[in-house]
């Protein structure tokens, strides 16, 4: 039932305008920002070769890419999510849903698998790009797949905030803006560790998302940030869960 849930998310995604929409906008942001890194890396490529150990085309091209698009995802993954289950609440439909007989995790868990399907494949368009460098000379394999892995669980924690958000309202327009709002204050909340004490400055830089995907981008790969965003995950899709659990018992 789960991935019949995911299945038939994925595709009323595919029935909207807006997901399209989205998908040729990041798309194409994504390859104007890749260009442009290719042609700055090609001009400097000559000054480079005489440096010892002097950055590749992974370094200089790629890791900038996907910077880029994780702050891009954080401006679109509201748009996507704004609808999962706020919209079926507006439209009379929850009531429906929640009276099938299916348990909340498997209606939470079936939306948020959808909306991942679409995730991945935004990411698979983006890394085809990165790809094509394999033709014309060698990439950084393990930073690459490190890269990719990072940005792959960052915006999976952007999918589960947004369908908590969406959980609590009935409308959409409500939902993404609050959606935006806390992955903003998540994304920048270390800036104020800056000026707090020891304590509360690793506190905060341990809670911004920020921190744990700068850490993918460097190539390292650590279980503490892996579990992190696993945690984060899963506790948003736990709070879903009660949420609808709430509604049901309200019934």
Same mark, same amino acid.
């Given at each position: 039932m789960i991935f019949t849930l995911a299945r038939r998310e994925l595709?009323? @995604?595919?029935? *909207?305008? &807006? +997901?399209?929409?989205?998908?040729?906008?990041?798309?194409?942001?994504?390859?104007?920002l890749f260009l442009s890194?290719?042609?700055?890396?090609? @001009?400097?490529? *000559?000054? &480079? +070769?005489?440096?010892?150990n002097a950055p590749g085309v992974t370094e200089l091209v790629i890791v900038p890419l996907y910077g880029s698009a994780a702050f891009i995802m954080m401006l679109v993954t509201p748009l996507l999510t704004?609808?999962?289950i706020s919209e079926e609440r507006r439209n009379k439909s929850l009531a429906l849903l929640l009276s099938a007989p299916i348990s909340m995790t498997e209606i939470i868990i079936g939306k948020y698998l959808g909306m991942l399907g679409f995730a991945a494949i935004m990411i698979f368009m983006m890394t085809l790009m990165p790809l094509s460098l394999y033709f014309a000379g060698s990439l950084d394999s393990g930073l690459l797949f490190t890269i990719v892995l990072?940005?792959?669980?960052?915006?999976?924690?952007?999918?589960s905030i947004g369908l908590y958000m969406s959980s609590?309202?009935?409308?959409?327009?409500?939902?993404?803006?609050?959606t935006f709002g806390i992955l903003l204050m998540l994304w920048i909340i270390d800036w104020a560790g800056n000026k707090a004490d020891a304590?509360?400055?690793?506190?905060?830089?341990?809670?911004?998302?920020l921190r744990h995907f700068e850490a993918f981008t460097k190539g390292i790969f650590?279980?503490?940030?892996?579990?992190?965003?696993?945690?984060?995950?899963?506790?948003?899709l736990i709070l879903s869960i009660r949420r609808l659990d709430s509604d049901r018992l309200q019934r």
């Open positions: 595709r009323s @995604l595919f029935l *909207s305008p &807006l +997901a399209w929409a989205i998908l040729a906008i990041v798309q194409f942001i994504t390859a104007y890194q290719l042609q700055e890396f090609l @001009l400097i490529q *000559s000054k &480079l +070769a005489a440096i010892e704004m609808r999962l990072g940005i792959s669980l960052l915006l999976a924690a952007f999918i609590l309202t009935a409308q959409p327009t409500i939902a993404a803006m609050s304590a509360a400055s690793g506190l905060l830089e341990y809670i911004s998302m650590s279980s503490s940030d892996f579990v992190y965003y696993i945690l984060f995950i899963s506790l948003f």
